[in-house]
């Protein structure tokens, strides 16, 4: 199994920053994507931001283009989620995923949640 901790949220005004963390742990895994999703009282869960863990390459949501970065440390197996010039429409809470193999399987695991208020 692996497990994910995000830490980072909070309460930021319009036009602030927040970055987010992921870590992720266990026994004998190898991790395929990590990525972020987020998501509001009574809507689906949205994708924001994924990166592909050999090679680095990312991909984004429209609505995050230009203001949000997300970048990894293979070491500690962390993702990271640099939010900027953060809108109110922004708000959610965010939840960190990764795709990983585990015995020659692949799951896909979730963390479970840190909230992000911005405020008008």
């Known amino acids: 199994q692996v497990q994910l901790v995000e830490s980072g949220g909070g309460l930021v005004q319009a036009g602030g920053s927040l970055r987010l963390s992921c870590a992720a742990s266990?026994?004998?895994?190898?991790?395929?994507?990590m990525g972020w999703f987020r998501q509001v009282p009574g809507k689906e869960r949205d994708f924001v931001a994924r990166?592909?863990?050999?090679?680095?390459?990312?991909d984004y949501a429209d609505s995050v283009k230009g203001r949000f970065t997300i970048s990894r440390d293979n070491a500690k197996k962390t993702v990271y989620l640099q939010m900027n010039s953060l809108k109110p429409e922004d708000t959610a809470v965010y939840y960190c995923?990764?795709?990983?193999?585990?015995?020659?399987?692949?799951?896909?695991?979730w963390g479970q949640g840190t909230q992000v208020t911005v405020s008008s």
């Open positions: 995923t990764a795709n990983a193999r585990v015995l020659a399987v692949y799951y896909n695991y």
């Open positions: 266990g026994r004998s895994f190898s991790i395929s994507t």
């Open positions: 990166i592909v863990w050999s090679g680095g390459s990312t």
